[in-house]
Each structure stands twice: as C-alpha cells, then as structure tokens.
C-alpha cells in the first residue's frame, strides 16, 4: 500500500501545499494518507481541503487522522511505500519523528520549499512557483 504521511501544525495551508506539490509532479499517488496533528481544528480543515484535491487528481484514497506523531514509523513497514511531508509540520513534531527511527523505512520524506515564508500560507495555485521546489530529502542523503 502507498501511504502518505501529512504533518501539520496550526496551519492547514502548508501541509495541503506539499500534497498538491506532490500529486502535480507526479512523484507519488497515494492510496491512503494520513494526517499527523496535535492540532484537532487544523486536522480537520485540512482533511476537507485534501478530499477535492485528490478527486481533482483522481485518486480516491482513505484518509485518517492521528494525533500520535510516532505513528509514522507504525506505518512504516516493509509491504508499505510510505512517504512523510514534513511541510507543515512545526519543529519539534518533525524532530520527534525523524529521530525516533529509521528513516530509511520512508521512500520519500517531502519538503515544499519556498522563498518567503508567507507565500507557503497562501494556496499553492497563488504561489508564484518560479519560488518554489518540491525536495526529497530522501533523494539527497542516500
């Protein structure tokens, strides 16, 4: 199964950039997603922004909602392709799942960078994408 992991903070525009980075370069389809936030109101607005995307990108993919941030390495098994987006998750979130495992069990560990940090809370359409890029990290330390 192909799982993405989606982390948030406060802010649902981040992280629902990162999968829309994603699903527009073709890097990854997932099957299911899931959505890593402390942030109950953020995790909830960005599971209704993620459903008319996915359509819009014809997938129709199961989407779950975790407060645990350690669940990534529980999904993260050998008969999964899972990649993390780490885009709008907040610093200590990302430490905490990066440093608790192995993260080489991710195929892909997704950051959507951009210029200013306004414009990554901004829909990604309205981004001027000249300023952007979509980096695996996973691509750049193995």
Same mark, same amino acid.
């Given at each position: 199964?192909?799982?993405?992991?989606?982390?948030?903070?406060?802010?649902?525009?981040?992280?629902?950039?990162?999968?829309?980075?994603?699903?527009?370069?073709?890097?990854?389809?997932?099957?299911?997603?899931?959505?890593?936030?402390?942030?109950?109101?953020?995790?909830?607005?960005?599971?209704?922004?993620?459903?008319?995307?996915?359509?819009?990108?014809?997938? =129709?993919? %199961? *989407?779950?909602?975790? #407060?645990?941030?350690?669940? &990534?390495?529980? !999904?993260?098994?050998? @008969?999964?392709?899972? =990649?993390? %987006? *780490?885009?709008?998750? #907040?610093?200590?979130?990302? &430490?905490?799942? !990066?440093i608790?495992? @192995?993260?080489?069990?991710f195929?892909?560990?997704?950051?959507?960078?951009?210029?200013?940090?306004?414009?990554i809370?901004?829909?990604?359409?309205?981004?001027?994408?000249?300023?952007?890029?979509?980096?695996?990290i996973?691509?750049?330390?193995?």
């Open positions: 199964m192909r799982i993405y992991i989606s982390m948030t903070g406060n802010d649902h525009w981040p992280a629902l950039n990162g999968l829309w980075a994603v699903l527009r370069e073709d890097t990854f389809r997932p099957e299911r997603l899931v959505i890593l936030s402390p942030h109950e109101k953020a995790a909830g607005e960005l599971e209704r922004r993620m459903r008319p995307l996915l359509t819009e990108y014809g997938i =129709a993919a %199961d *989407i779950i909602t975790s #407060d645990d941030q350690l669940e &990534a390495f529980n !999904l993260a098994r050998e @008969d999964h392709q899972v =990649a993390l %987006d *780490i885009t709008g998750g #907040d610093n200590e979130g990302v &430490a905490r799942v !990066l608790h495992g @192995d993260t080489r069990r195929k892909h560990v997704f950051c959507l960078h951009t210029e200013s940090h306004t414009d809370s901004k829909p990604f359409p309205l981004i001027d994408q000249r300023r952007t890029r979509l980096i695996d996973m691509d750049e330390v193995l």
